[in-house]
C-alpha cells in the first residue's frame, strides 16, 4: 500500500520510483500484448504511434527522424518502415516543399490500428485523473515530463550518446 505522503520522505521517494517502474513495467507489457494480437514487432507499434503523432502535429516525419526517435539504425528503421508499409499501415511520400526527401504518413488503417492502441489507455488515464483536481494534475504532469527527460537522458548515457557519467554512481 502506497501512503499519502505524510510519513518519512525518503520512504515516499521509494515508493515514487518503485511505482514508476511498475508503470514502465505495465506499459510494456500492454505494447506486449497489443502486437502479439496483431502479429507486430514491439518496433512497429512505437514507430506507427511516432509517425502518426507527428502527422498530427502537421509535422511529418522522415525515416531519418523516425531512426532518431526510436534509437535505430538507418538499416532498422528501413525494416520497420518496410514491415509497416507492407502492411498497409504507413506509406511513403514525397516531401511537396523538397522532392529529394521522402516523408512517412500513416494510412487510415494505420491511424485505426495506432487508435485501437491508444485510445483505451487514454480512456482509463482520464478516468484515473478524475479523481485528482487540477494542482494535483500539474504536479503529476511537472513529475512525468522531468522523468522522461530523465529516462531519456539515461538511455543516451548507456548507448554511448552522451558523456556526463553515470547520475547513480559517485564518479563522473
Wanted: hydrophobic share 40%.
Amino acid at each position: 500500500m502506497v501512503d499519502d505522503g505524510n510519513t518519512d520522505d525518503g520512504r515516499v521517494r521509494d515508493d515514487v520510483v518503485r511505482l514508476t517502474q511498475e508503470l514502465v513495467t505495465e506499459g510494456t507489457r500492454v505494447t506486449a500484448a497489443f502486437v502479439a494480437r496483431h502479429g507486430m514487432h514491439p518496433t512497429d507499434v512505437q514507430a506507427l504511434t511516432r509517425v502518426l503523432r507527428a502527422q498530427e502535429q502537421a509535422d511529418p516525419m522522415t525515416a531519418g527522424a523516425l531512426a532518431r526517435a526510436l534509437g535505430l539504425t538507418s538499416g532498422s528503421v528501413t525494416a520497420v518502415v518496410d514491415r509497416l508499409e507492407r502492411a498497409g499501415h504507413v506509406r511513403r511520400v514525397r516531401d511537396p516543399q523538397d522532392r529529394r526527401k521522402v516523408l512517412l504518413e500513416s494510412t487510415p488503417a494505420g491511424s485505426a490500428l495506432a487508435d485501437s492502441f491508444t485510445a483505451p489507455v487514454e480512456a482509463r488515464s482520464h478516468a484515473v485523473m478524475d479523481d485528482f483536481g487540477p494542482a494535483e494534475l500539474a504536479v503529476v504532469r511537472r513529475f512525468l515530463a522531468a522523468t522522461g527527460r530523465a529516462l531519456a537522458e539515461h538511455g543516451a548515457f548507456l548507448a554511448g550518446g552522451v558523456d556526463g557519467g553515470d547520475p547513480g554512481s559517485a564518479t563522473p
